[in-house]
């Protein structure tokens, strides 16, 4: 078994630009569900239509690549607008059930025959990244003995935490000014805020466009590091891989979205990589008949939902989380 090879695996992907994806996902919904309460079951339709509409822009309609960002995080904020004039009214489940319906909607419109000229069917666009790349500034990738990243990722990974960072530094800002009080305030019991003459409806439409515009910079960030947009990328599974990094992490907490993605995709990589190694080769540590090499791959989501189920049982906050200020009641 080559534990260089597991070292390398999860290190990577720890700090690597998938980890940064979801990081980015999980602070919009930090923003939702962390400080004001909303039940975001679509981030993944966010980051599809900001995605397309960078790439849309870019490739069908040939329009600047900057312009082309604008119109994505513009697409992000109509978004929002259109899901939370109807719901935002209502019962947190509502909003739940459309912003699902509405991120697999999108995602099968993006995907579709009858649109193949303009979003490209389901193999999706590309030819976008060029601007991107050649700003790219290194000569060569990084080696750093246990973790090791090529050229390209190298740019991705720089340019990805700048974006990390600076969204941290904005949703600290943001919770500790007046407008994220009445933020928590809302998610606490909104008919008291209510009362005190606070219009609502607004601060948590508020909320969501800011959420939406991170999962938009997300989904923008994850086609310009993979040099294409396809939609099968925008499922619900992204949604909830990015809810379980927000959970670990703990929700309400500045930093709880980045350590909960990175500790993520450490272990999600680290165990499949782990298990790879052991089912691999003439002579495997781990006997055929009791585990298949193609099934190493599905091991690892298996252990990854029972430290879920473990952790909503024995501490529902995450690891940063505060139980006296928010708890998932996992009972």
């Known amino acids: ?26 602070i919009g919904l930090n923003v939702h569900f962390g400080y004001t309460g909303l039940l975001n079951f679509g981030q993944a339709g966010f980051m599809a239509i900001a995605a397309f509409g960078l790439a849309v822009s870019v490739v069908t309609w040939d329009l600047p690549f900057l312009l082309g960002i604008v119109i994505g995080l513009l697409g992000a904020v109509v978004l929002a607008l259109i899901l939370g004039v109807p719901t935002l009214r209502l019962r947190a489940d509502y909003l739940a059930i459309v912003t699902i319906a509405s991120s697999e909607i999108l995602r099968l419109i993006f995907g579709a025959v009858e649109f ?48 990390v960072a600076i969204s941290c530094l904005i949703v600290w800002a943001l919770m500790r000014s007046p407008w994220g009080r009445v933020l928590k305030s809302i998610r606490e019991d909104e008919d008291a805020v209510r009362s005190l003459g ?26 310009l590091k993979q040099g294409s947009a396809v939609p099968t990328d925008f499922n619900t599974t992204f949604t909830f891989y990015a809810y379980a990094a927000l959970l670990i992490g703990g929700a309400a907490r500045v930093l709880g979205p980045v350590v909960g993605s990175m500790l993520f995709w450490f272990l999600i990589a680290g165990i499949g990589s782990f298990f790879s190694e052991a089912t691999k080769g003439t002579n495997p540590v781990i006997p055929s008949w009791i585990m298949e090499p193609d099934q190493a791959s599905l091991i690892r989501l298996i252990l990854l939902g029972l430290g879920l189920m473990l952790l909503m049982i024995f501490r529902p906050q995450g690891i940063f989380g505060d139980r006296r200020e928010i708890a998932i009641d996992g009972r």
């Open 1 to 26: 078994m080559d534990f260089g090879t597991i070292i390398d695996a999860a290190f990577s992907a720890a700090f690597g630009p998938q980890a940064i994806v979801f990081a980015l996902a999980a």
């Open 116 to 163: 193949k000229s303009t979003f490209g069917g389901s193999n999706g666009l590309n030819g976008f990244v060029g601007p991107y790349q050649k700003l790219n500034p290194y000569d060569d990738g990084l080696s750093l003995g246990v973790v090791s990243f090529s050229r390209n990722d190298l740019w991705s990974i720089t340019v990805g935490w700048t974006l």
């Open 198 to 223: 606070k219009n609502v409806f607004a601060y948590k439409m508020q909320a969501l466009v800011l959420g939406g515009v991170f999962g938009g910079i997300a989904g923008i960030f994850h086609i």
